[in-house]
T-cell receptor, first 112, second 112 residues
Framework: GESVGLHLPTLSVQEGDNSIINCAYSNSASDYFIWYKQESGKGPQFIIDIRSNMDKRQGQRVTVLLNKTVKHLSLQIAATQPGDSAVYFCAPRGDQGGKLIFGQGTELSVKP | EAQVTQNPRYLITVTGKKLTVTCSQNMNHEYMSWYRQDPGLGLRQIYYSMNVEVTDKGDVPEGYKVSRKEKRNFPLILESPSPNQTSLYFC???????????FGPGTRLLVL
């Protein structure tokens, strides 16, 4: 079946540094990708999305890069802050019923 | 405020005692979905609904029922809960199955 893998289950960065979270997906037909942030005790929160006809999209302090050739996404967070500490998921849309395919997530810890 | 709400947020019950977790959204979204989140398994889709009176199974539907009588509500029903349904449950909604899904705050269920 379809799968999503993140390259590192945990990532620790210093406050103010840039963070890069990577994600690999299996379904070459995926046409839409969402990055979610999940803080402890809360539901996943939308950060940024990208469609397959784009290779880069920027938001406020976040940038998502999509490489369809190798089926890889990355989320870059500029000037990482303590409030960025959370688990981050990339979620490609699957083939059926709008289902999002979630991987295990990467836990980002920001050291002050 | 646009949001997805779930009730209850926490629930402890015993095996076999029927329960319902409610989900409501105020964004006029057609698409609604239920996920469960378990350590090491990530978020998995239980059921989804493309619109009123239209529901379909996700990846892990066994032991669950849903209904969609109104656009805003999508309750999750456990007719005879078992301990393996102890989990964290999230409801999500979106404009159609091809758009960003917004998640509720989660319901933590413990079945003894």
């Amino acid at each position: 079946g379809e799968s999503v893998g993140l390259h590192l289950p945990t990532l620790s960065v210093q406050e103010g540094d840039n963070s890069i979270i990577n994600c690999a997906y299996s379904n070459s037909a995926s046409d839409y990708f969402i990055w979610y942030k999940q803080e402890s005790g809360k539901g996943p929160q939308f950060i940024i999305d990208i469609r397959s006809n784009m290779d880069k999209r920027q938001g406020q302090r976040v940038t998502v890069l999509l490489n369809k050739t190798v089926k890889h996404l990355s989320l870059q967070i500029a000037a990482t802050q303590p409030g960025d500490s959370a688990v981050y998921f990339c979620a490609p849309r699957g083939d059926q019923g709008g289902k999002l395919i979630f991987g295990q997530g990467t836990e980002l810890s920001v050291k002050p | 405020e646009a949001q997805v709400t779930q009730n209850p947020r926490y629930l402890i019950t015993v095996t076999g005692k029927k329960l319902t977790v409610t989900c409501s959204q105020n964004m006029n979204h057609e698409y609604m979905s239920w996920y469960r989140q378990d350590p090491g398994l990530g978020l998995r889709q239980i059921y989804y609904s493309m619109n009123v009176e239209v529901t379909d199974k996700g990846d892990v539907p066994e032991g669950y029922k849903v209904s969609r009588k109104e656009k805003r509500n999508f309750p999750l029903i456990l007719e005879s809960p078992s301990p393996n349904q102890t989990s964290l449950y999230f409801c999500a909604s979106s404009f159609g199955g091809k758009e960003t899904q917004y998640f509720g705050p989660g319901t933590r269920l413990l079945v003894l």
